[in-house]
């Protein structure tokens, strides 16, 4: 004996099917979107050499601005960076160190006070000569804390709380 199912019975169990199709689709991008809102702010890590905190994310001499530059893009969700023992300087750019603008609040904790050199003697890669020159450190955003440094050749700090950097600046 054959059991026949009309063509209203296929259009109903197609449009069950539809259903929890769509149902389980909106669960799992709900539970996407909550695990990635879950996750809160990231502490990023900065060792020179990798020798004191071998896992760290960046590793140069160059590395305290490469983390800095990377915390202030705010889908990072970064907070807090913790930076090695070492001496870290500014990468050069015409023989001219660069200059570091923190835009987001962040805290930036030295650990064995690692030393900030803004100014070293510098080597230009198209010449080869060497030179030097202060850097200057921008501070645009509210709440931020940097402790546990030993700044040498910093020609000043500016700190500009709650406004946004402009051109030129």
Request: include cysteine; charged fraction near 15%; glycine fraction near 8%.
């Amino acid at each position: 004996m054959k059991i026949r199912i009309s063509e209203t019975e296929k259009g109903k169990r197609k449009n069950i099917v539809s259903f929890f199709a769509v149902l389980v689709l909106i669960v799992a991008v709900t539970f996407v979107v909550t695990v990635s809102a879950v996750e809160g702010p990231r502490t990023i890590y900065v060792d020179d050499d990798r020798v004191d905190y071998p896992a760290a994310g960046f590793f140069s001499a160059n590395g305290f601005w490469d983390a800095v530059n990377y915390a202030n893009n705010a889908s990072n969700n970064v907070s807090t960076i913790i930076v090695y023992p070492g001496i870290y300087t500014p990468p050069c750019t015409n023989c001219f160190p660069m200059h570091l603008s923190i835009t987001r609040p962040m805290t930036i904790q030295g650990i064995g006070y690692p030393v900030i050199d803004g100014m070293g003697f510098l080597q230009n890669a198209a010449t080869g000569s060497r030179c030097c020159g202060y850097s200057l450190i921008q501070i645009w955003a509210p709440n931020v804390t940097i402790q546990g440094f030993e700044f040498r050749n910093i020609a000043r700090f500016v700190m500009v709380s709650g406004r946004a950097p402009r051109g030129g600046r």
